[in-house]
């Protein structure tokens, strides 16, 4: 079966007291666009979903920048001819990216974004946070670890850096 999209499903969060942030991309390929819940492709050698994970934490940062970063993230790993459908509980990305709410603040990630998802064919889900969505909720346990992470965590200016932004 082919993959008809790549869902990516993200999540950013930070905690207030801190500042200490984390995200997750999970991307997950799709036969059938239309299907909901969302029903991955299975590896039919291993038995698992075609998906992948990928999390982080940085420090210093607020919820709406480890959202934007998170999309960002998740975009960089699928090829630019795939289609994508990015799901998010983030009212800001979906109603920003959507339906063009202004954007006072981040400006260096909202260009970063708009330029990647410009090279994409990309439409914007929304879906309720932490309930019925297994992928929602599953981003949110790694953002949740992510956040709290001990040892050497980049500050949002040094990440940015590092992905040349």
């Known amino acids: 079966m082919a993959v008809s999209e790549v ?10 007291q801190t500042r200490s942030g984390g995200w997750t991309a999970i991307l ?34 607020t ?18 001819r795939t ?9 800001v990305i979906i109603k920003t990216m959507a339906e063009g ?4 603040k981040n400006q260096t990630l909202w ?8 090279k994409r064919d990309v439409r914007w889900d929304w879906t309720t946070g932490h309930a019925a969505n297994y992928w929602n909720r599953r981003a949110d346990a790694w953002v949740q670890q992510e956040r709290v992470t001990p040892g050497e965590t980049p500050r949002i200016d040094d ?7």
């Open 7 to 16: 869902v990516l499903v993200t999540d950013g969060g930070c905690t207030t």
């Open 28 to 61: 997950i390929a799709v036969a059938d666009r239309m299907a909901e819940p969302i029903v991955p492709l299975i590896n039919q050698h291993t038995g698992t979903p075609y998906s992948k994970e990928c999390h982080g934490h940085v420090a210093d940062t």
């Open 63 to 80: 919820v709406t920048q480890m959202e934007i970063l998170a999309v960002l993230q998740g975009l960089r790993q699928v090829h630019r």
């Open 83 to 91: 289609m994508v459908r990015v799901v998010s509980d983030s009212t």
């Open 101 to 104: 709410w202004k954007r006072d």
């Open 111 to 118: 260009h970063a974004l708009d330029r990647d998802v410009g």
């Open 159 to 165: 990440f940015l850096t590092r992905m040349s932004l």
